[in-house]
């Protein structure tokens, strides 16, 4: 075995030390995009420590999703001052990156936790519970407009504004409608938000004692439990006002198929004591 220069490193251990392999050193060199300082006349390649420092900016480059071919054009025409535009122009890109993940780990914790609360919830019996305030984005069903297309039109509202939260779309109900077995009750359909979207209209769900009760079984057998609801109202003498909101607790992210939703219905027992 030829003995290693002094001061250089072996394909295999300069591999090592940069924690890649040395396929993509061999797959780099033949590209044009890192080579080895020296190539023996016995073709052994050998690296310099030095070297490390470059590769690791390559290898940062490379994760933040830019192309070889680009990683190879800056260094074919590489100086002090590209260098410098080339590393602030990705280092805003990663504050832009790191927010959206942010964005994304308070999404997935926030449905976590949703859907746990949702897992916990008394799935039998009508109650009367505290609730706060609520932020809802909502969009109101057309004249004449199946239930189905007020469903699009609400999500395509929310696309087209960049909304996105971790709660399922709800729908209002008129409380007249929603105890018949007919979709004529839906009114309008609503995002909740933890905030205020900007340039965004919110429709706040006032805080207040709310009656509520779980539905399981499917959109087509709700009416039921709203009938449910109402007779337990009536029984207890208890003033309703305002309309039914409905809420999947469960849906197609954590159950199979409609009929498997937990779904939960919530109306105001009394008009609130202050406004918004």
Known sequence: MCAVPQGYLTTGD???????????LFHYDQLGIFSPAVKGENGYRYYTFPQMDVFYVISTLKELD???????????????????????????????????????????????????????????GVRVEERPQALLITTPRRPGESVSLAFVAHMQFREARHIVSPYPVGAIMDPEKAVQPSPDGYCAFYTQMDRRPGGVPVTVRPAGQYLVACHTGGYDTAWRTYRRMLSWAQDQGLPLTGPFYEDALLDELSVDGYDNYVLQMSILTAPPEHGL
Do not use: N, W
Request: net charge positive; aromatic share 2%.
């Open 14 to 24: 300069f591999a090592r030390l940069c924690g890649t392999t040395k396929h993509t």
């Open 66 to 124: 830019m192309p070889l071919s680009q990683i190879k054009a800056y260094l074919d025409r590489r100086s002090p001052e590209e260098l410098v535009a080339l590393l602030e122009g990705e280092a805003g890109e990663l504050e832009d990156k790191i927010r959206r993940l942010r964005q994304m780990r308070d999404l997935i914790r926030r449905k976590a936790a949703l859907t746990r609360a949702a897992m916990a919830a008394d799935r039998e």
